[in-house]
């Protein structure tokens, strides 16, 4: 990196912009630590010495959050089975989001800060799936709120909808460390309470923005750039069939905006499908 490149604020902006959609976004340190000194060998051994024979009443509700986080780092079938059940229980949203609260069978609800739930009007006719929160999405507990979230209400301004016409949530409801993407037992095990949510709230059409939400809700192996634009069905687990719109995720547009013309075709098929339903 050169100094010129340093003291570009237009260059900072969007390094820092970069590592923050990367998920690193808290900084540990102003200084690097250099702990392969003679000296911070040293003390680092001592610090590992003093604190491996202090032992304290204080150091056991630490020790047994670790236990149960251990013990929910490998995700099992065992989990996902569970969590079938659990979601069948819901009858309302309300009884959802709690049961999801409570829920420790997945990994990825011990490294995130909030629950992200949903977010928009339960009532309307139209709802949008993504896959799962970023940094932003974590820390107010509603989806879609970062970058992407900015650019997912100018494209339901497009086709005359805000959030109070429209209901949004994702296929995983907790943050993966740093942005990584889910693995399949991850997605599996949260599928059957988003299939729910989906049930419970009965939209007149869905949107399924992305790969990762549309492959999951419609059960497909194909790409979104072969599946967005072509109208598809998610049949939920008691058997509702509602016409599906896969199409790009906000994220996606944000890295490739020559393909915002593709999402703009998919949202004005969606308003006319929701114009035709309502005649």
Not at 199 to 207: A, G, M, N, T
Not at 218 to 241: A, C, D, N, Y
Not at 243 to 272: E, F, G, I
């Amino acid at each position: 990196m050169t100094s010129k490149a340093l003291n570009n604020p237009a260059y900072l902006h969007e390094l820092l912009a970069f590592y923050a959609d990367a998920g690193v976004d808290e900084a540990l340190a102003e200084e690097p630590n250099d702990r392969l000194s003679p000296q911070k060998a040293a003390t680092g051994l001592a610090v590992s010495s003093a604190l491996s024979s202090t032992t304290s009443t204080a150091q056991q509700p630490q020790a047994e959050n670790s236990v149960r986080l251990a013990a929910a780092a490998i995700p099992d079938e065992a989990q996902a089975a569970r969590a079938r059940d659990l979601a069948r229980q819901a009858q309302s949203l309300e009884e959802l989001r709690t049961i999801l609260t409570d829920f420790d069978g997945c990994n990825l609800k011990f490294t995130a800060r909030n629950l992200v739930f949903a977010d928009g009007n339960p009532q309307a006719d139209l709802m949008l799936v993504g896959e799962a929160p970023g940094r932003d999405e974590d820390l107010q507990g509603l989806p879609f709120v970062g970058r992407s979230g900015r650019l997912l209400d100018r494209m339901l301004a497009a086709i005359g909808r805000d959030r109070t016409s429209a209901y949004i949530s994702n296929i995983i409801p907790w943050r993966p460390p740093g942005n990584r993407e889910p693995s399949p037992l991850e997605s599996e095990i949260c599928r059957p309470f988003i299939e729910r949510h989906i049930e419970l709230v009965r939209p007149k059409v869905l949107v399924t923005l992305g790969n990762p939400s549309t492959k999951l809700l419609l059960q497909t192996k194909t790409g979104i750039m072969r599946m967005r634009g072509t109208w598809s069905v998610h049949t939920t687990p008691g058997g509702l069939e509602i016409p599906t719109m896969p199409t790009l995720h906000p994220a996606y547009l944000l890295r490739n905006p020559a393909h915002k013309k593709l999402a703009w075709r998919d949202l004005l098929a969606v308003k006319m499908k929701l114009a035709e339903l309502e005649g």
